[in-house]
């Protein structure tokens, strides 16, 4: 373990290595140089003064959100002498299972190249360029014949190498308080009990006012709103990461959100962002990959089917398409337990210098951006920040795994009739809401309730809401779940999420629960 001193120096070594070199750091040496033509920069002051031009125009306090970025997303200091994919991922036995599951897809991916007699990329010829440039803001409208294409791997399949998880090391009969999690996850994670939620969770109690309740015994909705949007106000004007993240967890104004959450994760929409997200869209004008079909097959049966989102389909393949061919996003596989996938140019097998890097829902952040390369930039944040860990296998608290492990000791915790009635006719409680919480509940619940509830997950800066979001929709739904005799059943009950009041479940279960 580091100490105190120098864990927070080997911390700013990290994130100056990381700023080096980005557009903040480039424009921040350009207005330093451009301030020495001033009349107020005395030479015998020179640093100070630079430094309180550069504070006085706001550049200081774009430094800082740019360094709370950097703290909000990089993993904790670990020894210098550790191996990276010790800081990847601490626990041996889930790189090797996550390592299992790469492989899995990639076979399914190299299998359907074969069966299907297509290569993984290929270079369009100039009249598919053409169409495909004339056709980008309406690829909607195009129905390519997509039927022999399969999905790569479906949730269930997911859920079932996670199920499968074990500690080669650990006994568990030594531990009877593990050993009676009759769940479906077998590995001892620690994750927070109801007490410990309530104390991280603190600011959602019942008596602190939120946006998404609509009848607070303490204030009117309406004054609280107006309160809470002029304060909001207030935080954009001041321009602070720290203080938005704060203030988002009571929930974002619908007029403000988009800023609020740029705001949040740092987002920029400077003219080289913008030339970066068109040298994007030419590589998927220039190239097209396997990937290509699998995402318009995935919108096809997602999106496109869906009475919220289907109107931004084009946006959807814009992005989508777009993320696919962005090698920055590569950079969050320093603190993801994953690797990227690899393929090998003809001949080349096995050298690495002849590698190519090979490439969660988008959708809801369409109501807020109606800018492609906004809406591009927001969206790889979210993903690099918080969704890539719904996807791959960790022992981090955010990841799938601890989000399921909680999910099961909550609900054996706090309902256990529930729980054991649900395991006796063969319902696992996981199986039906591991597809709410690794889609981060987009689709099931109403866009408001969602960017409700992604809301907190900014503000929080945390996963762990998703899991006591589906306890408390199980215990919503707790008289009805009893009384069913299946599986079917039970998915049958919990069917329709459209009509939940997400701020009102999170409440009553944590902070109404007996502990």
Same mark, same amino acid.
Request: hydrophobic share 40%; charged share 20%.
């Given at each position: 373990?580091?100490?105190?001193?120098?864990?927070?120096?080997?911390?700013?070594?990290? +994130?100056?290595?990381?700023?080096?070199?980005?557009?903040?750091?480039?424009? #921040?040496?350009?207005?330093?140089?451009?301030?020495?033509?001033?009349?107020?920069?005395?030479?015998?002051?020179?640093?100070?003064?630079?430094?309180?031009?550069?504070?006085?125009?706001?550049?200081?306090?774009?430094?800082?959100?740019?360094?709370?970025?950097?703290?909000?997303?990089?993993?904790?200091?670990?020894?210098?002498?550790?191996?990276?994919?010790?800081?990847?991922?601490?626990?041996?036995?889930?790189?090797?299972?996550?390592?299992?599951?790469?492989?899995?897809?990639?076979?399914?991916?190299?299998?359907?190249?074969?069966?299907?007699?297509?290569?993984?990329?290929?270079?369009?010829?100039?009249?598919?360029?053409?169409?495909?440039?004339?056709?980008?803001?309406?690829?909607?409208?195009?129905?390519?014949?997509?039927?022999?294409?399969?999905?790569?791997?479906?949730?269930?399949?997911?859920?079932?190498?996670? +199920?499968?998880?074990?500690?080669?090391?650990?006994?568990?009969?030594?531990?009877?308080?593990?050993?009676? *999690? #009759?769940?479906?996850?077998?590995?001892?994670?620690?994750?927070?009990?109801?007490?410990?939620?309530?104390?991280?969770?603190?600011?959602?109690?019942?008596?602190?006012?939120?946006?998404?309740?609509?009848?607070?015994?303490?204030?009117?909705?309406?004054?609280?709103?107006?309160? *809470?949007?002029?304060?909001?106000?207030?935080?954009?004007?001041?321009?602070?990461?720290?203080?938005?993240?704060?203030?988002?967890?009571?929930?974002?104004?619908?007029?403000?959100?988009?800023?609020?959450?740029?705001?949040?994760?740092?987002?920029?929409?400077?003219?080289?962002?913008? #030339?970066?997200?068109?040298?994007?869209?030419?590589?998927?004008?220039?190239?097209?990959?396997?990937?290509?079909?699998?995402?318009?097959?995935?919108?096809?049966?997602?999106?496109?089917?869906?009475?919220?989102?289907?109107?931004?389909?084009?946006?959807?393949?814009?992005?989508?398409?777009?993320?696919?061919?962005?090698?920055?996003?590569?950079?969050?596989?320093?603190?993801?337990?994953?690797?990227?996938?690899?393929?090998?140019?003809?001949?080349?097998?096995?050298?690495?210098?002849?590698?190519?890097?090979?490439?969660?829902?988008?959708?809801?952040?369409?109501?807020?951006?109606?800018?492609?390369?906004?809406?591009?930039?927001?969206?790889?944040?979210?993903?690099?920040?918080?969704?890539?860990?719904? *996807?791959?296998?960790?022992?981090?608290?955010?990841?799938?795994?601890?989000?399921?492990?909680?999910?099961?000791?909550?609900?054996?915790?706090?309902?256990?009739?529930?729980?054991? *009635?649900?395991?006796?006719?063969?319902?696992?409680?996981?199986?039906?809401?591991?597809?709410?919480?690794?889609?981060?509940?987009?689709?099931?619940?109403?866009?408001?309730?969602?960017?409700?509830?992604?809301?907190?997950?900014?503000?929080?800066?945390?996963?762990?809401?998703?899991?006591? #979001?589906?306890?408390?929709?199980?215990?919503?739904?707790?008289?009805?779940?009893?009384?069913?005799?299946?599986?079917?059943?039970?998915?049958?009950?919990?069917?329709?999420?459209?009509?939940?009041?997400?701020?009102?479940?999170?409440?009553?279960?944590?902070?109404?629960?007996?502990?």
């Amino acid at each position: 373990m580091l100490d105190q001193d120098t864990e927070l120096s080997v911390a700013i070594a990290q +994130i100056v290595q990381r700023l080096q070199g980005t557009g903040l750091c480039n424009r #921040l040496e350009r207005q330093a140089q451009l301030s020495l033509h001033r009349s107020d920069i005395k030479i015998e002051s020179l640093k100070e003064d630079v430094k309180e031009f550069l504070k006085t125009a706001g550049w200081e306090k774009k430094l800082q959100n740019a360094v709370y970025r950097e703290l909000s997303v990089l993993p904790s200091p670990s020894h210098p002498a550790a191996p990276d994919d010790h800081i990847k991922e601490p626990l041996a036995y889930m790189r090797r299972a996550q390592a299992s599951w790469e492989k899995r897809v990639l076979k399914s991916l190299n299998s359907m190249c074969t069966e299907l007699s297509i290569p993984l990329a290929r270079k369009r010829p100039v009249d598919e360029q053409r169409e495909l440039l004339s056709k980008w803001n309406e690829m909607g409208t195009d129905e390519p014949d997509l039927s022999l294409f399969r999905p790569v791997y479906a949730p269930k399949d997911f859920l079932e190498v996670l +199920i499968n998880l074990r500690n080669p090391n650990y006994d568990s009969s030594d531990q009877p308080s593990f050993s009676s *999690h #009759l769940g479906l996850i077998q590995i001892p994670l620690q994750v927070k009990d109801i007490p410990e939620l309530k104390e991280y969770f603190s600011e959602l109690d019942l008596n602190s006012g939120q946006l998404g309740i609509d009848d607070s015994t303490h204030v009117p909705p309406e004054l609280f709103e107006n309160e *809470h949007v002029r304060i909001g106000k207030k935080v954009l004007s001041e321009q602070d990461s720290a203080a938005a993240q704060q203030y988002v967890r009571q929930g974002c104004p619908t007029a403000l959100r988009a800023e609020l959450w740029a705001l949040m994760l740092n987002i920029s929409n400077h003219p080289e962002d913008i #030339l970066y997200y068109e040298q994007l869209k030419s590589n998927v004008i220039q190239h097209d990959l396997l990937a290509d079909s699998l995402i318009y097959k995935d919108v096809k049966l997602t999106a496109s089917n869906d009475d919220y989102y289907f109107v931004f389909e084009d946006y959807l393949y814009q992005v989508l398409l777009c993320f696919s061919r962005d090698t920055s996003v590569l950079e969050h596989f320093a603190y993801n337990s994953a690797s990227p996938p690899k393929s090998y140019i003809r001949g080349k097998l096995g050298l690495e210098e002849y590698a190519v890097v090979y490439p969660p829902n988008v959708a809801p952040l369409c109501f807020l951006y109606n800018e492609p390369s906004k809406l591009y930039q927001v969206f790889r944040e979210m993903y690099v920040r918080f969704f890539f860990r719904l *996807h791959s296998i960790s022992s981090h608290r955010s990841g799938i795994v601890s989000l399921c492990l909680l999910f099961e000791s909550l609900l054996q915790t706090h309902l256990p009739q529930l729980f054991y *009635h649900l395991r006796e006719i063969g319902a696992q409680p996981l199986r039906i809401s591991f597809k709410w919480m690794v889609r981060a509940f987009s689709g099931y619940l109403a866009t408001d309730q969602l960017l409700l509830l992604w809301d907190r997950i900014l503000g929080y800066n945390s996963l762990e809401i998703l899991a006591v #979001l589906a306890v408390a929709v199980f215990a919503f739904r707790a008289v009805n779940l009893m009384e069913v005799t299946s599986l079917a059943a039970a998915e049958a009950v919990l069917a329709d999420l459209s009509t939940l009041k997400v701020m009102p479940l999170l409440q009553i279960f944590l902070f109404a629960t007996v502990t």
